[in-house]
């Protein structure tokens, strides 16, 4: 029933999962800072298990997440970690969206790879904002690349309504309005401090965020 949540939250997953595994092996960052985000590390892999029952592969993910948190002290995330750990399963994650994407129609594709962009730079904001870190450029570059993204998805989203009849985009015209304006209220949120010239806080790209992934999971059910 809840199928096309597949369409929506894996990608969301794996483009915060790849922010965050770059920013923890590559990223020169004091301890404090890199324990705060490994601690962020729990929440994508609950969200891989909450996904799971629609397939039930997914689990693995989560479970190799938590099998690298578990075994690591988080301030030790790159020195003495099992990362290799991470890198599977991103590796799976990557693996499965290829997947599904190249089993899609073509509109329906570019919405799942548009998707690891745009939701995967929103989760992946929101938990470095909670995981209070210095990382200025990232508090910039990813609330810009959910702009591109924003702008992607509704590409995609407009060249999927051309296949449908008129009886039918009458039928969800105003939900399809619905939900490009709450991800602009998304966007508003996520990119109010970079405009106000502001010190970020944690409530209003949470907010933001919160928005944007109803309006796609209301496009996801939708259109897919």
């Known amino acids: 029933m809840y199928s096309y949540l ?8 794996l483009g915060a999962q790849f922010v965050l595994l770059m920013v923890l092996l590559k990223g020169e960052i004091c ?3 890199r324990g705060r985000i490994h601690k962020q590390l729990p929440v994508i892999a609950l969200l891989w298990l909450a996904i799971s ?3 039930w592969k997914l689990a693995l993910i989560g479970v190799l997440i938590l099998a690298f948190f578990s075994q690591v002290k988080v301030s ?9 750990l991470l890198k599977i399963a991103l590796g799976i994650a990557a693996a499965f969206n290829i997947f599904f994407i190249l089993g899609s129609e073509r509109p329906q594709a570019l919405f799942i790879l548009f998707s690891i962009l745009f939701l995967g730079a929103g989760l992946s904001h929101i938990l470095l904002t909670f995981a209070r870190t210095r990382l200025q450029a990232f508090h910039r ?3 810009v690349a959910g702009i591109i ?9 407009l060249w ?3 296949h449908y009849s008129l009886n039918y985009l009458h039928q969800i015209v105003w939900w ?6 709450l991800i602009l209220l998304g966007m508003v949120g996520s990119t109010w401090h970079i405009f106000t010239q502001q010190t970020i806080t944690k409530w209003k790209p949470a907010m933001g965020f919160s928005f944007t992934i109803v309006a796609m999971v209301g496009f996801a059910s939708l259109l897919f």
């Open 6 to 13: 597949l369409n929506v939250i894996p990608p969301m997953l």
């Open 31 to 33: 301890p404090g800072q």
């Open 53 to 55: 029952p629609l397939y």
């Open 76 to 84: 030790k995330t790159r020195d003495s970690g099992p990362t290799w």
């Open 141 to 143: 570059l990813l609330p």
């Open 149 to 157: 993204g924003a702008m992607l998805i509704s590409l995609a989203v």
């Open 160 to 162: 999927q309504t051309q």
């Open 176 to 181: 399809l309005v619905a939900c490009f304006a």
